[in-house]
């Protein structure tokens, strides 16, 4: 027999019972809008802003700055936003999916990667957020890191629904006060001088160009967690505009007001340099807006912490089967959350200068994942999947993957050459061409043009016997 997926739109329990396990169809539910303000949020954050100071620092003027910003977050969001599409296919979070590509093992490989993701941004966010309430009360460090990471983790507990409201509602307070600050800005910085003005530089315009690519990349370690609740026969259009015009929309106007402010600003700071231009309104609303971003720093911290849950969870899994249950998310929120306030203490205060080389080693990491997992699953494998035989690790997809394991290893030493990583690393062919980087075109066509050559002789009608029982046994129906 066949069937259809209902819509799907009971509510489900308050505490989130789902973990990295399939949703079935009757609990699907949600709003594909919904994903528009939800990745708006996750991506207006003040280390977003951080990523367009880098142009005007490097000699940019803030026009050009800007071009950079605005082609890098578009081009970077692109890769992102097909990722949410995976979601309702496949009812899975994001990373438990790469065991189609990699074997349930091989998996192990980009799991590393994004588990370095998540608590790396974890720890920048703790820390701003920090030093934000420090604008009104005492900045103590040892009180201030475990209790907001303990709110974000008490977010990520209930889960998957109580990030998805905070998210939504935040929306409005953020463009609210942010509109003013924009606005003030323009209005009440003064000009630079000739001097300071910048201009075009093509080496300084591509750093900023990876930078802001590779930061809304790194956001595609997670995507289809979050749109994995929506009904199985959602429009994949209009899912991946609204996830589209969310991250990137933020990413252009939060990182374009970072240039803004660099090029209008000597020695420009996140934190200081909100408050000074919101102050010009009247003085104490410079700290309002801080402490408003300081909210948005909370949830996504939440956001990261549920994603470096699933992932810790998933690659534990692979080798040792582990109970999808509440007690177990639990658990794997509360040791994110240990190693994020043990890490954010003993780090070194200059660590937040260091954070564009963190985007970069993101981006080096992720750029051949997402091109193996997306070509897998739109040039490949058509979005068809045996759920089931994802989490048998003697099952078809096997425990080691060549293919995918190949590609991606390819992919990633190619790149070497071309990484730029400043007072780190420099390849040889980013020095011949004044530290410009062009890792990421690298990893990105040769990563994905290896792993669809590599399946060019998988024989996925073979699988379709598989999917259609995993369907069967999940929905009770045969697969469309």
């Known amino acids: 027999m066949s069937s259809s997926p209902p819509s799907g739109t009971t509510a489900g329990p308050i505490i989130e019972q789902h973990s990295i396990d399939y949703v ?42 800007f071009l950079a910003v605005v082609l890098g977050a578009c081009f ?45 941004f974890m720890v920048f966010d703790v820390i701003l957020a920090t030093q934000g309430i420090g604008l009104i009360l005492p900045e103590v460090k040892w009180f201030w890191y475990p209790l907001l990471t303990a709110l974000s983790i008490i977010i990520a507990v209930v889960g998957h629904d109580l990030l998805h409201f905070v998210q939504r509602w935040l929306t409005y307070l953020l463009i609210a006060a942010f509109a003013i600050t924009t606005v003030l800005a323009f209005t009440t910085l003064p000009a630079p001088t000739p001097a300071h003005a910048g201009g075009w530089d093509l080496t300084a315009f591509l750093i900023q160009f990876s930078l802001a690519a590779g930061y809304n990349i790194s956001y595609a370690v997670y995507v289809s967690d979050y749109s994995r609740y929506l009904p199985a026969k ?4 209009k899912l991946i505009f609204f996830t589209y015009l969310g991250a990137a929309g933020s990413a252009v106007w939060l990182m374009g ?99 564009n080389n963190f985007v970069l080693l993101m981006l080096y990491f992720l750029v051949p994942w997402t ?39 390819i992919g990633f030493v190619a790149m070497i050459p071309f990484f730029s990583l400043p007072g780190l690393f420099t390849g040889p062919i980013a020095e011949s061409v004044g530290g410009a980087d062009f890792s990421f075109l690298v990893g990105l066509v040769l990563a994905g043009g290896l792993y669809f050559l590599f399946s060019r002789g998988l024989d996925t009608a073979a699988e379709e016997e ?15």
């Open 24 to 65: 079935p169809w009757s609990e699907r539910r949600g709003k594909l809008w919904h994903q528009a303000p939800f990745w708006f949020t996750g991506n207006f954050v003040l280390p977003t802003m951080v990523i367009g100071f880098l142009g005007p620092q490097l000699g940019l003027s803030a026009g050009f700055s």
């Open 371 to 409: 091109a193996v997992n997306l070509v897998d699953f739109y040039a490949v494998r058509h979005g068809k999947y045996a759920i089931t035989e994802i989490f048998n690790p003697k099952g078809i997809y096997g425990r080691w993957s060549w293919r995918g394991l190949l590609a991606y290893s």
């Open 257 to 355: 007001l970072g240039s803004l402010l660099a090029s209008r600003i000597p020695k420009v700071d996140a934190i200081a340099s909100i408050k000074q231009v919101g102050d010009q309104l009247f003085p104490g609303f410079g700290t309002i807006v801080i402490l408003i971003s300081a909210l948005a720093l909370i949830s996504i911290m939440g956001v990261n912490a549920y994603g470096a849950m699933l992932t810790g969870v998933s690659g534990i899994d692979a080798f040792r089967k582990v109970k999808t249950t509440v007690r177990t998310r639990v658990i794997g929120l509360v040791a994110v959350g240990v190693v994020v306030v043990i890490v954010a203490l003993l780090i070194p205060d200059n660590y937040l200068g260091s954070f």
């Open 76 to 120: 970077g969001t692109f890769f992102m936003a097909f990722h949410a599409n995976q979601g309702p296919r496949m009812g899975l979070p994001q990373m438990i999916q790469s065991r189609a590509q990699f074997g349930s093992r091989g998996v192990i490989v980009p799991f590393l990667a994004t588990v370095f993701v998540y608590i790396g």
């Open 234 to 237: 959602s429009s994949a259009p």
């Open 466 to 480: 598989a999917r259609r029982a995993s369907q069967l046994e999940l929905e009770g129906v045969d697969a469309d």
